[in-house]
Every structure is written in C-alpha cells, then in structure tokens.
C-alpha cells in the first residue's frame, strides 16, 4: 500500500515521499493529459524505464495517440492510448495534469494519484503533490527523481528527457530557462542524448498535411499592434487532411512577428468549441489568461477552450488580450 500522506496537500519532501511510494508497490499507471505534446511523452517513457529499473510494473497510458514526430522515441509503443482503466495499481502518477479530468481517461479517482507538475496554474488536487514551477519541463522533475532513486540515466531515458526540455522550452526560447536547464541539457547529451537528431525528427519530420494546415492558417493571420492572432475551422482540416496534432506549434507563427508580445491560434473543433492556444514573449502572462477562461499552462504559453462560433471566440479572447498589452509598461532590455 502507498505510504500515508496528507490528502491535498503538497508533501515538504516530495522526491523523498514519491520514492517511497515507488519502492513500496509494485505496480502502477503512469497517464498523461490528452493530446500529448513532447513533454508529456517524454515524460512517460522515461518514469516507465524508471520504474522497471526498480523492478516494478508500469503501464503507460494517454487519451490520445502519440503525435508522429514522438513516435520514434525510445520505447514510444509503450504508451497506450485508452479512455478508461481498469485492474489494481498501487498508485497512478500524473505528469503535467492540473486535474483528473485533464487526462480524459476514466476510472482513475479510485486508485491513490501522484501529481507530478510544473505549470504555473498547477494545482494540489493528488494524494501526493509535487508542483515545482521553477522547471523547464516536467521531464526535469522525473530526472531529479530518477537521479535520488540511484537509477542510471541511460541513452534511451537522456533522448526522451532532452525531447521534454527542447519542447516544452520552445527550442530554449521560453518558459523557466536559466543555467541550470542547460546544464541539464549538457548532463543528458552526455549520458546519450543526440540533441542534432532530436532536433531534426522533432521539427523536421512533419508530415505534409501539417505543412499544408500552416498555409491554411497563415491565410487567416491578422495583426493589431503587439498582439497577433489566426485560426483554421473544420474545413481547413478536411480539406488538408489533417490530424490534430498538426495543429502543435501553429500558434507560434504570429509570436514571430517584431513587435508582437502575444498571440493566439483558434482552432474551431467539429463538435462545437474552440480549442485556443496561447503565446507570449514574457511581457504578457498568457496563463493567467487562460486560466481565467478555465485554461491554464506556462506564462508565456498556455492555452484553453471556448464555446463558439469562432468569430465569438476570438473577439472574447481579443478582448482579454488587449487588456492585458494595454496594462504594459513600456518594454526595456538589452536589444531597444
């Protein structure tokens, strides 16, 4: 049975109380939220070799598949993709998941939950809570714990941490960046992680619907000053052939833009509501707005759903962003 811990609350030793769990059970369910991005899997694959280095049983699930380009990662067909659990587990770790419902798998409100979290709009809903925002990546917090547990970084494990820190930091653009995710960066390419070959299977494999949905969206991009927004509907991805994970990474177009501080992709899904994801250069909390609108994520990225049509959806969210960029100070830094 997993050790006695403070129901909601967070643990003033987490590593120490998540490794007690660990060493105590032997086996567990180790889920991520739906639509997985690079940090979600990473994340998974390598708290899976974690656990079967100690001799434990783990299995790996999501709602939805993993996207193409983290499909060649080290043991990625360990992951299954399932909407409801069902047998006896010691304990259900949940990476990056503000709530249960973040995942959309069913049944796991039964077993004891492990919170594993560095999102600034994480919350301690778990038996056991860690909420770390100070990390690049959750995938830095499963290297801490994998370093405490004695466990030995292999090849496969640095390739899966290093892909979380690449993506969740955006190609290390954004995000809690400081020496020390470099240096974590440093430690797994030298325990085997090939950071050219990551790079390139992460950002140049994309498949050609991907390619032809991005013209589609930059047909719809618009500008107002420091804010930039653009959108794809149902349409579009028929008409591309596209799959939802194309989608990943579309919202990074109008932040490129010089002058822009924050922007939105709207993507309108068939069933009614529009999924929004959120960008910012730092000046502008992005989580906080769409923690408001019943999202959450990182400052500068982050993202949240509304109800429709789009042409709603996007004055609703222009509204809050123009609030936000009208209550900035006037920019200062290195390169005025």
């Not at 409100?109 to 038996?127: C, E, K, M, S, W």
Request: glycine share 10%; hydrophobic share 45%; proline share 4%.
């Amino acid at each position: 049975m997993p050790a006695a811990v403070p129901s909601n609350g967070t643990s003033a030793n987490p590593i120490a109380e998540i490794l007690e769990v660990l060493r105590r059970g032997e086996r567990f369910l180790v889920c991520s939220h739906s639509r997985p991005d690079g940090d979600a899997v990473g994340s998974m694959i390598a708290f899976g070799i974690l656990l079967e280095q100690m001799g434990k049983r783990a299995d790996l699930v999501t709602a939805d598949h993993v996207p193409a380009i983290y499909r060649g990662l080290p043991a990625a067909q360990s992951i299954s993709s399932v909407l409801s659990v069902r047998g006896s587990y010691d304990a259900v770790i949940l990476l990056e998941c503000d709530g249960i419902e973040r995942t959309r798998v069913r049944g796991l409100d039964q077993f004891f939950l492990i919170n594993i979290d560095h999102h600034v709009t994480g919350r301690p809903y778990a038996n056991l809570n860690w909420i770390d925002r100070s990390a690049a990546s959750v995938g830095e917090l499963v290297y801490r714990i994998v370093r405490a547990a004695g466990a030995v970084i292999t090849p496969e494990m640095a390739t899966c941490l290093y892909t979380t820190i690449l993506t969740d930091t955006g190609s290390f653009t954004y995000g809690s960046l400081s020496a020390g995710t470099f240096a974590l960066a440093r430690d797994l390419v030298l325990a085997g992680a090939d950071p050219i070959a990551i790079a390139q299977r992460v950002y140049f494999s994309n498949p050609e619907s991907k390619v032809f949905l991005l013209g589609a969206a930059i047909r719809n991009l618009h500008r107002d000053r420091e804010i930039a927004w653009l959108w794809i509907n149902n349409d579009d991805m028929v008409r591309t052939s596209a799959e939802e994970e194309d989608c990943e990474g579309i919202a990074n177009v109008g932040l490129g833009i010089a002058g822009v501080e924050a922007s939105v992709f709207l993507r309108e899904v068939r069933e009614g509501p529009i999924r929004l994801s959120l960008r910012g250069k730092g000046r502008v909390n992005v989580a906080a707005i769409a923690e408001k609108l019943g999202g959450g994520g990182h400052e500068n990225a982050a993202g949240c759903t509304l109800d429709g049509p789009l042409p709603r959806a996007i004055e609703q969210i222009l509204s809050e962003l123009r609030a936000a960029v009208a209550a900035l100070k006037p920019a200062s830094g290195a390169f005025d």
